[in-house]
């Protein structure tokens, strides 16, 4: 499993849509995977309630996932807006449990994000906060990637996808 991340509007379910599309290999959305275990649904907002818990979710949702023996991406996040939109890490335990075999994080100009927010979720999100959302991501996953000793991949916009591909291929197990 590649673990495909980004802050809200990054562009990580149009990624993944297209790895499906050319390459025919299956695409999963944390945050589906959690609903759907937990029969609830998540906010607009983004505000998650739970965080911890809900990993807990995912983890079950990927053991069954991982024996079909398939090839698959996981499109998540390193950090969330708690109920009260503080930037909150997803506890550490959670990658050591999934086991991904590397990391792509999908970055892009918080300008596009906010754009993409405002389009996809009727939000206003600021500049700053987008900013300072995208730079704890970006920490944490690299964090992350290291105290895993996994391949990380930080793509820095449309213009990098067909490298995150390129590196999804060559890792993909």
Do not use: W
């Not at 944390?30 to 607009?44: T, V, Y």
């Not at 999934?98 to 927010?117: M, V």
Request: with cysteine; hydrophobic share 40%.
């Amino acid at each position: 499993m590649i673990f495909v991340s980004g802050i809200h509007g990054a562009g990580k379910s149009y990624f993944c849509d297209l790895v499906k599309e050319q390459l025919h290999i299956d695409a999963y959305q944390s945050s589906k995977l959690i609903s759907e275990r937990k029969h609830e649904e998540f906010n607009n907002n983004k505000r998650v309630l739970g965080i911890d818990s809900n990993q807990d979710y995912l983890i079950q949702a990927v053991q069954e996932l991982n024996s079909l023996g398939k090839p698959y991406l996981l499109d998540g996040h390193f950090c969330l807006l708690d109920q009260d939109g503080k930037i909150t890490r997803i506890p550490k335990q959670a990658y050591i449990d999934l086991k991904p075999h590397a990391i792509i994080l999908l970055t892009e100009k918080p300008k596009i994000i906010i754009d993409r927010r405002k389009i996809r979720d009727g939000l206003d999100v600021e500049i700053a906060r987008t900013e300072k959302f995208q730079e704890e991501e970006i920490r944490y996953s690299k964090e992350i990637a290291l105290e895993l000793g996994i391949p990380l991949y930080i793509s820095t916009g449309m213009d990098t996808i067909g490298e995150a591909i390129k590196f999804m291929i060559a890792h993909i197990k």
